[in-house]
């Protein structure tokens, strides 16, 4: 019972901090799975391969989106390479956590997950719109940081980071 009691007041804590600071923990920790996996390679702004036990898997960054290096067909979008390139920055030769919201896989079979740098926590998903080399975009049911990454990119609009300063029309 103290357990049970000493777990809620935690978890109350956290969701305290967060409404009052803004910052966010990682979603992962109430109950929906977590996983801790090496990137194996950077797909691009937005994506990522990681090893887990059970092979390498794609993974999709959930809450934004990066402009299109390497979709088929498509020509490359302003800032992509850039967008690309800082991603690699942030997590390449890195273990990550993956937070899992509602949704675990999208319509291409992707893993779709909150990413942390596992040996000091970043939000990459949130650095990436902070910095301006993403917006934000919602597909529910996946929304647990919805708010944080869309104040993150009005933010970063603002202030014409990154894309929102090299791009026309951007957003």
Known sequence: ???ALRHSLAALAVALCSAVCG??????????KADTAPVVRVVDGDTIRVGLPSGEEPVRYIGIDTPESVKPGAPVECFAK???????????????RLVY?????DRYGRL???VYRAR????VNAELVRRGYATAVTFPPNVAHERELRRLARRARMSGRGLWS???GAG
Do not use: H, T
């Open 1 to 3: 019972m103290r357990s």
């Open 23 to 32: 910052c966010s923990a990682p979603v992962g920790d109430g109950g929906q």
């Open 82 to 96: 850039r967008a690309s390139a800082y991603n690699e920055r942030l997590v390449a030769g890195e273990k990550v």
């Open 101 to 105: 919201d509602i949704e675990r896989r």
């Open 112 to 114: 779709l997950a909150y």
């Open 120 to 123: 000091d926590g970043l939000f």
């Open 166 to 168: 090299g791009c026309a």
